[in-house]
């Protein structure tokens, strides 16, 4: 082929792929809607100065819309009489930070209205609630929002807090993430509280015996069986990070080493030889910031829509 041809080529693949819009960028907004990041930075960190479970509810609301059907803010969408939507899941039941969202998007519309989607409100204000301690991530923008929910994708899409550690290489791997990936996002574990139903049987019925799960700290059983006091118990709320489960920090990887991981997937991480050895390298601060953020961006780049396709959402809890 001539270079001439060739040329002519790569220059009309160059131009289809900037009309198409189909990446996301820095400061997508910053034509349209220069002052969006502001605004979702300053209301975030209002309501994250009064409120400090805030940042763990905005990073699993991220992490849970990411996981089915992309990035797209469909976790956002309220059912209707003919649709269970993904709020009414299992694994998101008790999701929360809505209210912050939708105020977000209530200012975002007064100043410019029909251009901000929801999922980039989404992906800034896990951000920002996070980074209200300090800043980890550059957030790239341009996402549509999605205008399909349904609680049976995120009852089978979502990873499990009783899946192994094959169960969960396989959920991250669905989505483009890797072994990496997983044990560093893990650490937002380190934020936030898990209900006693997710992790009661490995303190009362482990193998269907009345028994523990023998890898779990038993000191560290002892004290969640105060806590969690039969297996009926389904509303109870522990930290995830006992002691700090308010900080972002490395302690999560800590009590990991120390089998007091709460969860049976947390436990699963120590069964890998190599995620094993990674969680001893996110022991360091240093390197958990810098690993958290670069996961968290790849995260946030799982089957985004853009250019044309969804839409840009008037209320997050509606489709238009």
Known sequence: MKASSIFFLISLVAVLGACSGGELRKNFYEETCPEAENIVHNIVWKNAALNPTLAAKLLRVHFHDCFVRGCDASVLIDSTESNSGEKDAVPNETLGGFDVIEEVKTE??????????????????????????????????????????????????????????SSLQQSFEN??????DLVVLS????????????????????????DADPSLNPTYAAFLRTKCRNVEDNKTAVGMDPGSDLSFDTNYFKILTQHKGLFQSDAALLTDKGARNFVNVLLDSKR?????????????????????????????????
């Open 108 to 165: 975002l519309e007064k100043k410019c209205p029909g251009i901000v989607s929801c999922a980039d409100i989404v992906a800034l204000a896990a951000r920002d609630s996070v980074s209200f301690q300090r800043t980890l991530w550059e957030v790239l923008t341009g996402r549509r929002d999605g205008r399909i929910s349904l609680a049976s994708e995120a009852n089978r899409d979502m990873p499990s807090p009783f899946f192994n550690f």
């Open 175 to 180: 989505n483009g993430l890797t072994v990496h």
């Open 187 to 210: 650490g937002g574990h380190t934020l936030g509280v898990g209900r006693c139903r997710f992790f009661r049987d490995r303190l009362y019925n482990f193998t269907g015996k009345g």
């Open 288 to 320: 958990f910031f810098m690993e958290f953020g670069l996961s968290m961006k790849r995260m946030g780049a799982i089957g985004v829509l853009t250019g044309n396709s969804g839409e840009i959402r008037k209320k997050c809890n509606v489709i238009n």
